[in-house]
């Protein structure tokens, strides 16, 4: 799907506005008629009844608005918090298809009978999101699998709703200063592009696998692992892989008894992502809980490989640079020169040193403390900040990589709040190999596997 599309709008969009209008309509309705009964009751204000009948809403009309709701609930200072909490049910509560619809789409994909294609499928889906639903099968050699199957006719409905939401976007900037402001436009245009990238199950695969091949290119990372992808049972809407068993990172608690401390097992996961971004080009551009498991053997799991950004080489130099300073010599001018050779601080006549110093200022607090006591996030947002001080445009892939590291601030919070990102050498010891072998030596430490 192009952004050429998005601006299509004819008799089927129009009619599927109508429609959308009238659900969002009725179901706000019902939640005013219904809010005196339920004050009584609860004593919920008007405003949050009101937003749980605009999520039953989007729940009602599918996959496209259940994902916006999703992108509401993890924006709470983009979108108005009443709506943004109440849009927290649809990161979980998405319904599952139906077992006859989701095998259908398996047979047809992979020319078969579900009975001869597996030894064993279940039925009930192990979870279900809004592009896709996930069940758990046995292969005809037995090894444990699961399928990942996309919702039928998905392609044709969430393009028509997006084309919906464009026409809608607009008009609501056009005649509203609040979602101009927030770039309702721009909002659906990435959806736009992340469902285009969610819903190539071949492309995505190909991701995962990649991903996985490029885990232990430096002989270590033996503590991660990715799913490996089943290719024989693969599909244009139906991904099979190796089954994992453990839980999302947030269901472990500092201290849990476990396989491995938490602390190390964010600290091998920050480590592989980190390296996917610098030096490897495409990182996981998702992970949430759901896509970050402890699992049960003491590893780390990557999981769901829909969304993956790619850093610009410049860009992927810079933050090597960056952290070179931050964990082994403060030195930020590398930084700044490399920022200055690439025609990136045009827009100011400052010296490299004193653009370092700026970077320096910048970056110390973020990346020399731990996670309890600064937002690791910010290091994106200093970074976007000071490029627009310098007119430098920061790509989206960035944007993304900073939304990746707020995930990652979370995690740490509660599991490691005393863990430095900026300095633990560990995490860069394939980033920067001899500054951090010599390091290593100078303070006599040891690094863990």
Known sequence: MEYSDLAHFGLTELGRAVWITVVLATAAAIAVVRWPVSWLGKRRRFTVALAEGMVKGFAALGPTFVKLGQLMASSPGVFPPVLAD???????GVPSVP?????????????GRIEDLFESFDDVPLSAASVAQVHACVLPDGRDAVVKVQ??????????DLRVAFVGASLLERF???????????????????????????AEALRQQNFRDNLHVFGDNVGVMVPEIYWSHCGPRVICMERVRGSPVDRIRQGAHSVVEP????????????????????????????????????????????IVGELPVEWREVLQAMFRASSIDGNYTDAARRIRTLGLTSGTPLSDKFIGLQ?????????????AQVELSTLIASLVDTG?????????????????????????AALAPDWVLGRDLFLFKNILPDEVAHAVIAQDIALPD
């Open 388 to 412: 627009k001080r310098w007119g430098i445009g920061a790509p989206e892939e960035l944007i993304l990589f900073g939304k990746q590291l707020g995930y990652f601030e979370r995690y740490s």
């Open 359 to 371: 970077l320096r200022e910048l970056f110390e607090p973020v990346l020399r403390r731990g996670a």
């Open 99 to 111: 077992a006859h619809r989701a095998r259908r789409v398996v047979e047809r994909d992979l020319g």
């Open 176 to 202: 509203f200063e609040f979602f101009r402001i927030a770039n309702a436009t721009v909002i659906v245009r990435e959806m736009n592009d992340l469902t285009a990238l969610e819903l190539n199950s071949a």
């Open 263 to 306: 602390e190390l097992l964010l600290r091998r996961g920050v480590k592989v992502w980190l390296e996917a971004v610098v030096l490897h080009g495409p990182f996981h551009g998702d992970v949430h809980a759901g896509n970050l498991w402890a699992l049960d053997d003491g590893r780390v799991g990557f999981l769901d490989f829909g």
């Open 86 to 92: 109440a849009c927290l049910r649809l990161l979980d």
């Open 151 to 160: 919702r039928p006719r998905i392609r044709r409905r969430m393009r028509v």
